[in-house]
């Protein structure tokens, strides 16, 4: 996510501003290819306790303009905003008891995976994501140098969208649109091709999901579900959500195999995106801000109440503003 406020919100409200969200550090990661019957190994498995032992909690201020304050571990940690239940779900939520002024800044959280990744299968699992008016959740990666390493945004959205916006964001270096003769290859709806992203044009090239099970109340009231990126270098990248009661056999056993999916929600082609020059390094990202260049842009065409300033005072918008994650996965 960037700055940027786009002057064609009001014409396209759903399309995304997501850019460079800042990152911290890279550990490399040699991606491996699946097996021969096409399943694939898990490589990293974010879970209960020790969720929080692998990602740094980003405390700067917000790249997108959101009306947050990024709190560090502990602190997060002493607000009970980043902790983990007993049954082992970790909760990544928004300050819902604190009052703030309308305009003024709510304590949230930002977590970034230590480790990077230059493709494989991610997996995140959970029963319920942040909505309310003024909310802007998302799941992403993102690579060094914004745009020129990439950005991958599994899981975003805002105010009270209904179905997951997936979007993939390049330099201008190397080309990435998606392929709109290919579109029986997915089954979300295409809301703009051109991929590449600058400080000034940053929408990027984003597939509307076509369930409404897939975010925010119809997600949550689904029992949650799966989002699922197939970062391959050789033929592209695809997305899934599955709900709850629709979860793959395979993926539940551990032993993904991507191929007996079915076809995906999103899917960018190899044939008309350079992958592997566009996307590389990337960390994962989890986070949720409040307004900003597009909650707050878009606002007023979202059929939310009032102004997305005044909506930042009312503390009881945000105590469903969180995250309840059951894993996160890595397969390669």
């Known amino acids: 996510m960037r700055s940027f406020y786009r002057l064609f919100l009001a014409a396209f409200p759903l399309i995304t501003l997501a850019g460079a969200r800042s990152y911290s550090r890279h550990r490399p990661i040699t991606v491996g290819r699946p097996s021969t019957d096409g399943t694939y190994t898990i490589q990293d498995y974010y879970q209960g306790e020790d969720f929080f032992n692998d990602w740094d909690f980003y405390t700067g201020s917000d790249p997108t303009g959101g ?10 940690q002493s ?20 009052t ?14 230590q480790n990077s990744y230059n493709g494989g299968l991610f997996i995140m699992d959970a029963s319920k994501m942040p909505v309310g008016c003024s909310t802007w959740p998302s799941f992403w990666t993102v ?7 990439g950005e991958i945004d599994i899981v975003e959205g805002i105010n009270d969208q209904a179905k997951n916006q997936m979007t993939l964001h390049s330099g201008t270096n190397h080309s990435c649109t998606i392929d709109t003769d290919d579109t029986d290859e997915f089954t979300g709806s295409i809301l703009s091709s051109n991929c590449y992203s600058t400080e000034t044009s940053d929408s990027g090239c984003s597939i509307m999901d076509s369930s409404s099970t897939s975010f925010a109340y119809g997600f949550n009231n689904a029992g949650g579900g799966v989002f699922a990126l197939l970062w391959d270098n050789s033929t592209g990248m695809s997305m899934w959500h599955f709900a709850r009661a629709n979860i793959p056999d395979d993926l539940t056993a551990r032993v993904p195999t991507p191929s007996n999916w079915g076809t995906p ?7 008309t995106c350079d992958i592997t020059d566009n996307f590389y390094d990337h960390q994962m990202v989890i986070d949720t801000t409040i307004c900003g260049n597009w909650a707050g842009g878009a606002y007023s065409q979202s059929g939310c109440p009032g102004t997305c300033t005044d909506m930042v005072a009312n503390a009881s918008n945000y105590i469903d503003a969180k ?3 059951n894993y996160v996965a890595v397969y390669q």
Do not use: C, M
Request: no cysteine.
């Open 323 to 325: 995250w309840v994650i």
């Open 143 to 149: 690579g060094p140098n914004w745009p020129y390493g």
């Open 265 to 271: 929600s999103g899917f960018w082609s190899a044939k």
């Open 100 to 113: 703030v002024a309308a305009g003024g800044d709510r304590d949230a959280v930002r977590i970034t995976s």
């Open 79 to 98: 607000e009970r905003l980043a902790y983990v239940n007993s049954d082992g779900t970790t909760v990544l939520a928004v300050d819902s008891t604190s």
């Open 67 to 76: 009306n947050v304050v990024y709190q560090s571990k502990s602190a997060a």
